[in-house]
């Protein structure tokens, strides 16, 4: 399993160890607890820009509805 370390985009925590895998890419700040993310994984999945930082899942619904 690989761990990947990774800095948070809203208040620069390294938040060390995560598996990325697992989660496609996402990551929950150790710190501030915002959920992003990791660019790397960004940058393979979308060719488009998309920002760093998600909302949360009832937002997103309220945004689709
Ligand atoms: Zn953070």
Redesign the pocket.
């Known amino acids: 399993m690989k761990r990947s370390n990774v800095r948070?985009p809203?208040?620069?925590?390294l938040n060390e160890g995560l598996d990325l895998e697992e989660t496609e890419g996402w990551a929950e700040?150790c710190?501030?607890k915002?959920v992003f993310m990791a660019p790397s994984y960004a940058r393979q999945s979308f060719n488009q820009k998309l920002p760093l930082v998600n909302l949360p899942d009832h937002a997103v619904k309220a945004v689709k509805a």
Do not use: I, S, T, Y
């Not at 809203?10 to 925590?13: R, Y």
């Open positions: 948070c809203v208040c620069g925590q700040c710190k501030c915002v």
